[in-house]
């Protein structure tokens, strides 16, 4: 039998066989992601003009500005995004998140810490105008709360400069931005044309000023402001996936 | 230093094996055995640790030939049904699938005897007439509960905790006035739709003199010791300038427009109980008429089950009520 002694007299053997013990580790891990079909759902548009499309789609220009503001912020250290698959939470948040609905996050806001509720299904629980009211000053509407007051949001204009590099970066790491004739087409088959012009690169600031006007969200029509971008990104959150319209025995596939 | 030399010697005294390696000319170990205690539980590990390979099931075998081992690795739960677009939950076949915690939220969901008894006190309660509810000591304990819950979720942010409301942003839920009806029809629809609020900016249509009349004339209403003169002259404007439109001619609201209610002395927008003076109350109302009002309550019908809402609106009535 091989003694020990053997083993640890003998360097290279030594080496060869902790490499061999220590990778045992990482082929369970690794080997598995190989021989399953996906770990990202592949959820669609069940009904309307873009019946069959992606229905969880990149953020527009002013909703990734709006994340930026959410990182900068420091959001993520009391906020998490993702809501596990347990009967209280689906009870408190509603349905668990799904891998696609972050796939175009970069990084990931999943977080950890709630000393905050979790923000996965926020958008549209609540009106804009609450929305800019409590981040101006969270104790005026849930006096109880210890959310810090970010009243700079509703004043400083929203800084747009490097918005189409950014989206460029973004699209460097995956997500898909729209550059080309070839990349709106292909965005145009992904998502519908409606979404696809969204995501194009070239008219990032033009779609982006349209948002806002549109959606007024700090309630301030004059001014485009970092809550504008803020608000439109949190009133966005978990609302791409009508779940009203998909079986839950679709979701369980992918685990 | 250790001596090179490999010279394994027995210990004189209890005759056990040396490593053979020998420190400052002397010093040795033994070579003991490992407990066996130790040394059984370590395989016990090991062969613990292939058994669950197996049964996990990560290794395909013929156990486990659709990916789990029925009943010990296995899960099951009913499907969704989804009929020209309109889903019944769990109203499809039952599917079994490898053990993981999706599917033991479904299956929880339609087995967990919390979850089945919540359903059926949902259903009980939405299916009762409200003055039942108050009647029956286990559902108005419910509703009260329960209802605390969804309310403290979904509600508070904006009507607070207790419903009172934030004067100027959010109506009071407490009070007897209703803008959008206080019916129970009305507060299903209010919940389920959710409702926007529009009374337009009068500052470019009316002048500042205008506007004081109205406002005096909107105080008087209330019985509020304002200018005689000036509200005739109000009345005037009300009843020309397009605020009878909406608040009717008697000013008693319309609950199709959420048009206020102006002569039941209840204030949801304009800070009058805080003014102290008369000069400060017709300021309040006259930032109102200037400005106009811009609110939006949010739909909860995705949110929200048809029976959760109806539990909601017993709750809601069990607030106003007391």
Not at chain 1, 41 to 65: C, S
Not at chain 2, 298 to 307: F, G, K, V
Request: charged share 25%; with cysteine; net charge negative.
């Amino acid at each position: 039998m091989l003694k020990h002694e053997s083993i640890e007299t003998n360097a290279a053997l030594l080496i060869v066989m902790t490499l061999a013990a220590i990778s045992i580790g990482g082929l369970v891990e690794i080997v598995p992601l190989h021989f399953i079909e996906g770990t990202v759902e592949d959820v669609r548009i069940t009904d309307g003009p873009n019946k069959g499309k992606q229905a969880v789609r990149p953020y527009t220009p002013l909703e990734q500005l709006g994340r930026d503001i959410y990182q900068r912020e420091g959001c993520y250290t009391c906020h998490s995004q993702m809501i596990r698959p347990f009967r209280d939470e689906a009870l408190r948040y509603g349905h668990y998140s799904l891998a696609a609905e972050s796939q175009y996050d970069h990084p990931f806001q999943w977080g950890s810490m709630r000393r905050g509720p979790d923000l996965a299904r926020v958008g549209g629980k609540y009106s804009s105008a609450w929305h800019t009211k409590h981040l101006t000053q969270p104790t005026s509407v849930v006096p109880e709360s210890i959310m810090p007051n970010y009243p700079w949001l509703s004043e400083t204009p929203l800084d747009v400069v490097g918005l189409a590099d950014k989206m460029s970066t973004l699209k460097m790491v995956g997500v898909p931005y729209s550059h080309t004739k070839i990349e709106f087409d292909a965005n145009v088959e992904k998502f519908g044309e409606d979404v696809a012009k969204k995501l194009d690169i070239n008219m990032a600031e033009k779609n982006l000023e349209a948002q806002a006007k549109l959606g007024n969200f700090d309630g301030n029509p004059d001014k485009l402001s970092e809550m504008d971008a803020l608000v439109a990104y949190l009133q966005i959150l978990g609302t791409m996936i009508d779940f009203s319209k998909h079986d839950e025995a679709e979701f369980v596939k992918f685990r | 230093m250790s001596d090179h030399k490999h010279k394994i010697t027995k210990d004189p005294l209890t005759g056990a094996e040396t490593t053979g390696h020998v420190w400052d000319d002397d010093l040795q170990e033994f070579n003991n055995p490992l407990p066996t205690w130790w040394l059984w539980a370590f395989y016990a590990t090991i062969i613990f640790s292939i058994v669950y390979w197996i049964i996990y099931p990560s290794w395909p075998t013929n156990f486990a030939k659709r990916g789990f081992i029925e009943g010990a690795t296995s899960i099951s739960f009913n499907a969704d049904s989804i009929k020209d677009g309109k889903k019944t939950v769990a109203g499809g076949e039952e599917v079994t699938v490898p053990w993981n915690t999706r599917a033991l939220l479904a299956h929880e969901m339609q087995n967990d005897p919390n979850e089945l008894k919540r359903n059926a006190m949902v259903k009980k309660v939405a299916g009762m007439a409200l003055a039942d509810v108050a009647k029956d000591p286990d559902s108005s304990a419910f509703v009260r509960a329960y209802g605390k819950g969804i309310f403290g979720d979904y509600c508070a942010a904006c009507h607070q905790a207790g419903g009172q409301g934030v004067r100027g942003h959010y109506p009071n839920l407490v009070d007897d006035a209703w803008l959008w009806g206080g019916e129970t029809a009305d507060i299903e629809t209010t919940i389920r739709k959710g409702r926007k609020g529009n009374m337009p900016a009068h500052k470019a249509s009316l002048s500042d003199q205008q506007i004081t009349e109205a406002a005096n004339y909107v105080l008087s209403l209330s019985g509020e010791a304002v200018d005689a003169g000036l509200a005739a002259s109000g009345k005037e404007i009300f009843n020309t300038k397009g605020c009878s439109g909406c608040h009717t001619p008697a000013a008693t609201g319309m609950k199709a427009l959420g048009a206020a209610n102006l002569t039941d002395k209840i204030w949801t927008q304009a800070h009058v109980p805080e003014a102290e003076t008369v000069e400060a109350k017709v300021k309040a109302v006259k930032t109102v008429i200037s400005n106009g009002i811009q609110r939006e309550m949010p739909a909860w019908e995705t949110r929200l089950s048809n029976d959760e809402i109806k539990v909601l609106v017993a709750y809601i009535k069990l607030l106003s009520s007391n």
